[in-house]
């Protein structure tokens, strides 16, 4: 079985650096997880009237009102299969902030109906993103996202992009430091840009027997059917 990333990018998937084909090319057959640690260099926010946005995304771990210069982070990506059989990847970034720890939690799933990776946001997978892949010219890998659904009990719609923002994010292999790297911004046409950060760690790969070995508080509250 192919991973997710590998399902999307097909013979580009060995353009990518070899480190960041390890990293994103592992399934839940493979009965690992990737665990980076490191620090942002930078976490902002945009200009005063983008904080609501920010509120607003606390809720659910998504976006937050808050930065800082070398923040601790960890990034945590488990893979398994979600109770509608699909494989998925955990995305699940925790900031140490001097006073408290900011989280931005989502799952990621290949969607045969879409062609395309699908990224649920937040606890509950109420917001489901298309993203598109492609890979940088250092080796990296690049995401944007597209269109967004709404998703909450017999609620579904497409979201207004004027209440969101479009991500643009590339992770990559430093070879000179040995280290990883991301960058991301969240922009919106009309707001300007909305929130960003961008980071250097290192991953160690552990052992996952099981689903039941994967850490709770980062799994989903629920898991979201429709894509």
Same mark, same amino acid.
């Given at each position: 079985?192919?991973?997710?990333?590998?399902?999307?990018?097909?013979?580009?998937?060995?353009?990518?650096?070899?480190?960041?084909?390890?990293?994103?090319?592992?399934?839940?057959?493979?009965?690992?997880?990737?665990?980076?640690? /490191?620090?942002?260099?930078?976490?902002?926010?945009?200009?005063?009237?983008?904080?609501?946005?920010? =509120?607003?995304?606390?809720?659910?771990?998504?976006?937050?009102?808050?930065? /800082?210069?070398?923040?601790?982070?960890?990034?945590?990506?488990? $893979?398994?299969?979600?109770?509608?059989?699909?494989?998925?990847?955990?995305?699940? +970034?925790?900031?140490?902030?001097?006073?408290? @720890?900011?989280? %931005?939690? $989502?799952? &990621?799933?290949?969607?045969?109906? +879409?062609? +395309?990776? @699908? #990224?649920?946001? /937040?606890?509950?997978?109420?917001?489901?993103?298309?993203?598109?892949?492609?890979?940088?010219?250092?080796? !990296?890998?690049?995401?944007?996202?597209?269109?967004?659904?709404?998703?909450?009990? %017999?609620?579904?719609?497409?979201?207004?992009?004027?209440?969101?923002?479009?991500?643009?994010?590339?992770?990559?292999? #430093?070879?000179?430091?040995?280290?990883?790297?991301?960058?991301?911004?969240?922009?919106?046409?009309?707001? !300007?840009?909305?929130?960003?950060?961008? !980071?250097?760690?290192?991953?160690? =790969?552990?052992?996952?027997?099981?689903?039941?070995?994967?850490?709770?508080? @980062? &799994?989903?509250?629920?898991?979201?059917? +429709?894509?």
């Amino acid at each position: 079985m192919k991973s997710i990333y590998r399902q999307v990018l097909g013979s580009d998937f060995n353009k990518l650096h070899p480190q960041i084909q390890k990293r994103f090319g592992f399934n839940s057959n493979d009965k690992i997880a990737s665990i980076g640690k /490191g620090v942002m260099q930078s976490v902002w926010y945009g200009k005063p009237y983008t904080l609501p946005f920010l =509120y607003m995304g606390t809720w659910r771990n998504i976006m937050f009102p808050q930065k /800082g210069k070398e923040i601790p982070f960890t990034i945590e990506n488990y $893979a398994y299969k979600d109770k509608f059989g699909r494989e998925t990847i955990t995305w699940v +970034r925790k900031y140490q902030f001097p006073k408290r @720890v900011r989280r %931005f939690d $989502a799952t &990621m799933i290949y969607s045969e109906q +879409r062609n +395309r990776i @699908v #990224d649920y946001l /937040g606890t509950h997978q109420h917001l489901a993103v298309d993203i598109e892949m492609t890979v940088a010219e250092n080796g !990296g890998i690049k995401l944007r996202s597209g269109e967004q659904r709404f998703y909450e009990g %017999f609620l579904g719609f497409k979201f207004p992009m004027l209440f969101s923002g479009e991500a643009n994010v590339c992770e990559w292999y #430093d070879d000179k430091e040995q280290k990883f790297k991301i960058s991301v911004v969240v922009s919106n046409k009309t707001w !300007g840009k909305l929130f960003g950060y961008e !980071g250097t760690f290192d991953t160690e =790969y552990i052992i996952v027997n099981s689903k039941a070995d994967i850490p709770k508080d @980062v &799994m989903p509250v629920r898991e979201e059917i +429709r894509e």
